[in-house]
């Protein structure tokens, strides 16, 4: 009995003991969890962006945004921007990842959703729209295989191998672009950037241009005026009559130019 008594002292003891450690551990200075946060400074850049990269091949600021337009054929670039605006120089966001959603179907107005998110740290999203102009509305976007650019912080002037030899496919995938551990502060803050291509699925196709013959005036026993109308004829054409003293005709005037119309 007095050796059972002596066992339950020495588990309570260090009962209180461990319970009395993890008390101080919480006091210690550094003991707390990392507070990674993202993009939720007023001067931070929407997490998402946009920009038409046909009609600004170098583009900077101001050329970004929430909206763009394109015709069929040109470049769009998407951009998922990050800071982490941790209060601590250790509040490290861990394994951050960024993606975008980008629609496959085809459409005249693109909704493109993306974000950022770390196992620490909410994920941060966005939203762009991307407008199609002079399209059939048979347009599709089209990534350009080996257009995602990886920059990693602001010292980064030119684009950085992606880690863990990712191809860039991942960005566009349910788990995304890996991107590894991000330290707070402005220095840190990065982006990735990928190209898609306008392209359409279905070809216009050409319209014919139609004639109509109008009644014949000013006629007289050696000569006659004709007369017609043309539509529907966008990049230049000719024209002429055909007459005769039967339905075979047998008779044509000279080609004249019909222009535009």
């Known amino acids: ?27 210690v200075p550094g003991s707390r969890a990392e507070a990674a946060i993202f993009n939720n400074d007023v001067r931070d850049l929407p997490t998402v962006n946009i920009v038409n990269a046909t009609q600004n091949p170098n583009a900077q600021g101001s050329a970004w ?12 670039s998407l951009e998922v921007y990050y800071h982490n605006n941790g209060p601590q120089t250790t509040d490290i966001a861990r394994n951050v990842f960024t993606w975008l959603n980008v629609p496959t179907n085809t459409s005249a107005l693109f909704t493109i959703n993306g ?34 650019r990886w ?12 880690l863990q030899g990712q191809s860039g496919a991942e960005l566009f995938t349910a788990q995304g672009l890996f991107v590894g551990d991000q330290n707070p502060g402005w220095f840190a803050q990065g982006n990735v950037v990928a190209d898609f291509r306008v392209i359409q699925s279905a ?37 002429w009559f055909e007459y005769g003293t039967s339905a075979s005709f047998g008779q044509n005037t000279l080609q004249q130019g019909a222009g535009n119309g």
């Open 151 to 162: 920059y990693p912080n602001q010292g980064a002037q030119t684009p950085q191998p992606l």
């Open 203 to 239: 070809p216009p196709q050409p319209t014919c241009p139609t004639s109509t013959t109008l009644p014949a005036s000013n006629i007289s026993q050696t000569s006659a005026s004709l007369n017609g109308s043309i539509s529907g004829i966008t990049q230049g054409g000719a024209y």
């Open 1 to 27: 009995t007095n050796t059972i008594k002596h066992m339950v002292k020495k588990y309570h003891c260090a009962k209180y003991g461990f319970a009395i450690f993890a008390f101080l551990l919480a006091l």
């Open 65 to 76: 945004g929430s909206s763009a337009t394109a015709w069929p054929g040109e470049t769009v």
């Open 115 to 148: 974000g950022v998110r770390a196992d620490n740290a909410a994920p941060a999203t966005g939203q762009v729209s991307l407008t199609i102009t002079g399209g059939n509305g048979t347009e599709r976007l089209q990534f350009i295989p080996g257009s995602v």
